[in-house]
Every structure is written in structure tokens, then in C-alpha cells.
């Protein structure tokens, strides 16, 4: 693969991304290496201000559905963090028969590390729509059932699936409790313009208030819109 033709021209607003690694390689077969994917996310939603809509790690790849201040900037971090720490651990373990691949395929320009794990590129796709949106989360999360590894998207381990399926408990003034999934609630999600001179809190919170409700209207319960 080579270098990413890929361009983020809106780096505030929600992107479906993918992350390969090299050739292929299934890196994401120990616990270990996908606690270090978690644990740069976190890092990156208290720096960068990350939203994170969705996300499936698979063996050798994952897909994000994400946003931030500056996403052109995060994903870079990311994959900058993730790289070293994951051979490291692979370094500590003595995975020799991954790192061996790891440098055999490490790309000629790439002159200045011993490994490269990563392939180039993120393959941004801008989430224009409230269609895409659903779309991009489904395909996210059946990923794993179409390739048969498991019958629903919730038995995936490394999957937000399981964050829209899961249940909650309400308990009412009486005492009587209620289960309802999360795919039941409304969420309202505004795309907010950087050069908008509108972006007074009052108003952010007004749209997102009417966005809520329009959500409960629609079946997914979500509600996608555009502040200008």
C-alpha cells in the first residue's frame, strides 16, 4: 500500500476511519495490544477532545468512528503512540516471528525506525448524514458476523456493540425497576461549524435541545444535523 491519498478537510467533524496494520499482520490476538489501542483512546479524549461514535478491533485492523479538535492531529497520535508501545510489548515478549514481518515489510522511505507497524493512511470518510452515520455503525458492527467469527455483533469482544445494546436499569419513585436498551434512547449529535460566529452556549444548547426531539421521531433514535 502506499502513501495515503486520503485528505481530512473538516477535522472537527465525525470521520469513519480504518487502521491496517502492516501487511496484514494479526497483531490484535493478545489482550495486551488491544489494551494499549484502549488506553491511547482514553489518553486522546481528555487531550484532543476524541468523541468516539463507534469502534471494532479486528485481528489485523480496526474502524473508528470518531472526532475531535483537530482529527488529522489525533489520528497521527494515535498511531504514533500505538506503534511504539505495541512493539515494545512485542520487543518484551520476544515475538520474534512479528517483528521479523514487521521489519521485512517496513516500507524503504522509512528509513528512520527498525519497524514500521502500521500501514500509511487512514482512509477518512466524512460522515455527512444521519443515513451514513447509521450505516457506518452497522457496518461496524457486523463486521465481525460477516467474516463468521461470531453469530451477533454483541458477542464480539472488542466492539462498541455492546455499549448500544446494553441495558439499563431505571428505578421508579416506587420502587419498581425498568430495563430498556440504549438503542432506545435519543441522541442528538451537531456538526458545529469552526467559522460559525453562532457558537454561543445558549445556542448550542437550544439547537441540541430541538435535536433531541426530533431524535425520539426517528427509528433510530439518533438525529445528525449541521450548525452553520
Known amino acids: 500500500m502506499g502513501r495515503s491519498r486520503y485528505k481530512i478537510f473538516e477535522p472537527t467533524h465525525p470521520h469513519f476511519v480504518t487502521c491496517t496494520v502492516l501487511h496484514w499482520i494479526p497483531i490484535f490476538t493478545r489482550t495486551e495490544t488491544t489494551d494499549i489501542i484502549f488506553e491511547c483512546l482514553k489518553y486522546l479524549q481528555k487531550a484532543d477532545n476524541a468523541k468516539i461514535y463507534a469502534y ?70 466524512l460522515i455527512q448524514s444521519e443515513a451514513m452515520m447509521i450505516e457506518r455503525i452497522n457496518y461496524i458492527h457486523n463486521n465481525p458476523v460477516k467474516r463468521g467469527y461470531v453469530d451477533e455483533p454483541i458477542h464480539w469482544r472488542y466492539s462498541s456493540a455492546r455499549n448500544y445494546a446494553d441495558q439499563i436499569v431505571s428505578t421508579d419513585r416506587e420502587g419498581n425497576k425498568k430495563e430498556f436498551t440504549l438503542l432506545t434512547a435519543s441522541a442528538s449529535i451537531l456538526l458545529v461549524d469552526v467559522s460559525s460566529k453562532k457558537r454561543d452556549k445558549q445556542s448550542i444548547n437550544q439547537a441540541l435541545s430541538s435535536g433531541k426531539k426530533a431524535a425520539k421521531q426517528e427509528s433510530s433514535h439518533i438525529y445528525l444535523s449541521k450548525w452553520q
Open 56 to 125: 471494532i478491533i479486528l485481528e489485523n485492523h480496526l474502524h473508528l468512528i470518531i472526532s475531535s479538535d483537530n482529527l488529522s492531529k489525533t489520528m497521527e497520535s494515535f498511531k504514533k503512540y500505538t506503534a511504539r508501545h505495541i512493539i515494545d510489548l512485542l520487543k518484551s515478549k520476544n515475538v520474534t516471528t512479528i517483528l521479523d514481518q514487521l521489519m521485512f515489510y517496513k516500507k524503504a522511505h522509512k528509513t528512520d525506525r527498525i519497524y514500521q507497524l502500521w500501514q500509511e493512511g487512514i482512509a477518512p470518510k
